[in-house]
């Protein structure tokens, strides 16, 4: 028995390119099986859907409702909700899930949008996030720059995107990227924007997930599994015969 979980997930309340909103994926993500997900909407320097000229409590407040409302689906349904989102580092259009930190270290950090990057990603860590790079090989209209992966900053790749409105990940240019540097952290995300897409990715565990922090902590022990195509497979991409 593994338990489901999708982690790169858009609601079409905070992400401008959403297409369904939290309560709708959440109702999709129960019917398919899944156990939890993590939301991770486009952050204010993304394509978010906040206006930028109220003041930073403001801002924080509506862009953590995507996840509010998700929450509350979730407990009527008897689905995990975790809070994440997902940065750009602009102008190079890299992209990063930032995972285990909340609502106060946004409130307490206006500053973080306009860091460099190798700031940016020591405040994440020193405050106990972790930073998984989505898509580092994407190609795409909107990325004007090389890829150019740094991986002392980052803490994981997300080795499988499915996203259907990008078709140019190069997934197995991230699968390379995590192979030569087997430190980081390895995941699978829908990168789902439109409930169609939904049961295609994620990562799974033989047990039920209570936190961010146990979720890093589980694949950290190696006890996770990918969901690649909607098919189980380990950590290396092998498909596996598990009943979900
Ligand atoms: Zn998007
Ligand atoms: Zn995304």
Redesign the pocket.
């Given at each position: 028995m593994l338990y489901k979980y999708e982690t790169?997930?858009?609601t079409s309340e905070v992400?401008k390119?959403g297409k369904n909103t939290a309560v709708e994926m959440m109702r999709a993500h129960k019917k398919a099986g899944y156990t939890g997900v993590f939301v991770?909407?486009?952050f204010f320097n993304?394509n978010c859907t906040i206006p930028r000229h109220l003041s930073w409590k403001e801002q924080v407040d509506l862009f953590v409702r995507g996840y509010k409302l998700a929450e509350s689906e979730g407990e009527k349904l008897d689905l995990d909700v975790f809070f994440a989102w997902?940065y750009v580092n602009n102008p190079f259009g890299e992209?990063y899930?930032i995972y285990n930190l909340d609502y106060d270290f946004l409130l307490a950090h206006p500053e973080q949008e306009h860091l460099p990057f190798e700031e940016y990603s020591r405040l994440i860590r020193e405050n106990g996030g972790y930073l998984i790079q989505?898509?580092p090989y994407r190609t795409a209209d909107y990325i004007l720059y090389e890829a150019n992966p740094k991986v002392d900053l980052i803490d994981g790749v997300e080795v499988n995107?499915t996203?259907s409105d990008s078709p140019h990940n190069h997934n197995e240019l991230a699968w390379e990227l995590a192979r030569a540097n087997p430190q980081l952290m390895r995941i699978s995300?829908t990168?789902?924007?439109n409930t169609d897409l939904v049961g295609l990715g994620g990562v799974a565990f033989p047990y039920r997930i209570k936190s961010s922090q146990h979720f890093i902590d589980a694949l950290k022990a190696g006890d996770g599994y990918l969901i690649i195509d909607g098919e189980i497979t380990d950590m290396e991409g092998n498909i596996v015969d598990k009943t979900v």
């Open positions: 790169h997930l858009h992400s390119c991770t909407d486009h993304g997902e992209d899930l989505a898509h995107n996203t995300g990168d789902i924007h």
